[in-house]
Every structure is written in C-alpha cells, then in structure tokens.
C-alpha cells in the first residue's frame, strides 16, 4: 500500500466500520498538502532583472517597474530591500543655498 499518510488509513477503517465495500485502489484519493512556505520569486534571475531594471530608469517607481517585469508589486519590493538594501524615498526638490542667503535670513529674523 502506497505511504498516502494517517488521515486516509483512519477514513478507510471508518468506512469498513459502516460497513462500505473494500476500496482496493487509493491512488485517486488526494492526500492534503501540508502548510508551509510557499514557492519564493526571490530567485537570482528575478533579482538580476529587478537590479537591471532599476539601474536602466531609476526614476521609476517600484509599480511601474513591477509591470514591466511581470512580479508582484510586494515581491519587487521585497527585492528590492532584502536583496537589494535599497530603500524607499520620495526625493525632495529644495532650493540651492547661495552665499548671500545667511546674511539675508539674519536680516529677516
């Protein structure tokens, strides 16, 4: 008999209680899949993608990268900080200090 685990062996002594006719072929019965992890995007051909990508227009936001690339916007992200140490920022645009403005800030205060 093939290792299909305790839930079933339990289920056919069940059956055999109540009575119900041999079942001689278990392979069709599904066993359930156990919890775990599931299957990671965070392979070295999708981070050299994401890399590239961000390297070629950095401007663009980690969405519209997501799009291009076909990945979750969360796995990009994921990459991006985990693999990558590159970390989200909204650049700020400021005016260039020039050399009269510390006089003129003095005068004002």
Known sequence: M??????IYTTLAF??????????DISSLRVKKKGGSCKTVR?????DAVRASFE????RSAVRHSKKLGLLESSV?????????????????????????????????
């Open 15 to 24: 059956l055999a209680l109540l009575g119900a006719p041999y079942i001689y």
């Open 2 to 7: 093939p290792n299909v685990g305790p839930y």
């Open 56 to 59: 070629e227009i950095p401007r």
């Open 43 to 47: 392979t070295p051909q999708n981070i």
């Open 77 to 109: 992200r994921r990459i991006l900080h985990v693999e990558l140490h590159f970390h989200p920022y909204k650049i700020q645009v400021v005016q260039t200090l020039e050399e009269g403005d510390a006089a003129k800030r003095l005068v004002f205060s």
